[in-house]
C-alpha cells in the first residue's frame, strides 16, 4: 500500500478526483481560476492541460463540491464546456459528491 501525502484537511476516504473540458476562450484567464481554486479548503490538488483544455482536481468530496469549483471558475469567466459527455459527467460528479457528504453524516447503525 503506498503512502501519499495529502494536503492538511483532505481525507484519504473521502478523495475524489475530477477532469473537466474548458471552452477555447478560457485560456486567457485559467491561471487566475487555478490560483483561487488551489487556495479553497479541501483541495489536494488542481492543474490545467493547455493542450487538451483540461481542468484536473483532486478534492476531499466532505468538504468541497464541483459546484465550488464552477462558481470560481464563473467568477474568473471561465466556462466548462457544454458538450454532451461534459454534462454527463457534471451531473454524474455532482452525484457522487453528495453521496460522499451524505454517508459522512452517518451513523453506524450495526453493533458490531
Known sequence: ?????HRPGVSQASLVTRSLK??????????AAVTEIDA?????????DPEHRKLHLAY?????????IEVVLARHGVD???????RIKED??????????D???????SCH
Open 1 to 5: 500500500m503506498s503512502h501519499h501525502d
Open 92 to 101: 454524474y460528479y455532482r452525484f457522487i459528491d453528495q453521496n460522499v457528504k
Open 40 to 48: 479553497l479548503r479541501g483541495l489536494d490538488r488542481v492543474s490545467y
Open 60 to 68: 476531499d468530496a466532505k468538504r468541497l463540491c464541483i459546484d465550488d
Open 103 to 109: 454517508n459522512a453524516k452517518q451513523k453506524p447503525w
Open 22 to 31: 474548458l471552452t477555447p476562450g478560457a485560456s486567457g484567464h485559467i491561471a
Open 80 to 86: 466548462i464546456g457544454a458538450g454532451r459527455w461534459n
